[in-house]
């Protein structure tokens, strides 16, 4: 493929626990890698679940109400991502207590840690965190000690959660996605033009990156 005379843009909207996001972007870098096309990724929040108390719920029974799908449904999605998450070099690790959380705090500190060139690097650490690790990213002290582990300023990290300095940011940049007609995710847009959701998988992702080059070349 030829290079692009600039970086690709990449806007990714995204909640941390969100399974197929994380798999929509391993497969993406991977056609991205595999094209030898540079790009510049923005990630950006979505909340899955925006009214979910402090102790978010069992993940299980939040299926079950969410999506009207059965236990044995939900079991064999977990079965499915598991293999894929392998297959792309990502841990899944689901059990019978997992828990899914309201994400906003994560959002904020997702926001802080762009300033520093650093939101990257912590949104890969939430990802594994909460899916490896079955971290309750709820919790602020939870997440500033992810911040830590990647070198961020545990202390500032939680002043930054207990301020809420940039909680109408995050709203902000919320409300702007939804009005742009995201009501999913992962839902990614190439070059702020051409909107693309769900998982594609990393033979798909590369017949778009071929189509975008094609017509932006």
Not at 60 to 71: F, L, T
Not at 83 to 98: H, K, N, P, R, S
Not at 191 to 198: P, Y
Request: net charge negative.
């Amino acid at each position: 493929m030829t290079q692009r005379p600039s970086p690709l843009r990449i806007d990714m909207i995204s909640d941390v626990v969100c399974p197929w996001c994380i798999v929509g972007y391993q497969q993406l870098k991977q056609a991205l890698d595999a094209a030898d096309i540079a790009y510049d990724l923005h990630w950006h929040p979505f909340e899955l679940n925006p009214d979910m108390g402090a102790d978010g719920q069992n993940l299980q029974e939040h299926i079950v109400e969410k999506y009207g799908v059965s236990i044995e449904h939900s079991n064999q999605t977990r079965r499915q991502l598991t293999e894929i998450g392998e297959g792309l070099g990502f841990a899944f690790e689901f059990g019978e207590d997992t828990r899914i959380y309201n994400t906003f705090a994560a959002h904020q500190l997702l926001h802080w840690a762009d300033q520093q060139g650093r939101q990257h690097d912590l949104k890969q650490a939430l990802f594994a965190a909460y899916f490896s690790d079955g971290i309750n990213l709820a919790d602020p002290e939870a997440l500033a000690n992810v911040a830590a582990k990647i070198g961020l300023s545990r202390d500032a990290a939680l002043q930054v959660l207990d301020d809420q300095r940039f909680a109408q940011d995050v709203r902000h940049a919320e409300r702007h996605w939804v009005s742009q007609g995201v009501r999913g995710v992962p839902a990614i847009v190439f070059n702020q033009r051409h909107l693309v959701t769900g998982a594609q998988g990393v033979d798909n992702y590369t017949n778009i990156l071929s189509q975008l080059a094609e017509m932006e070349g």
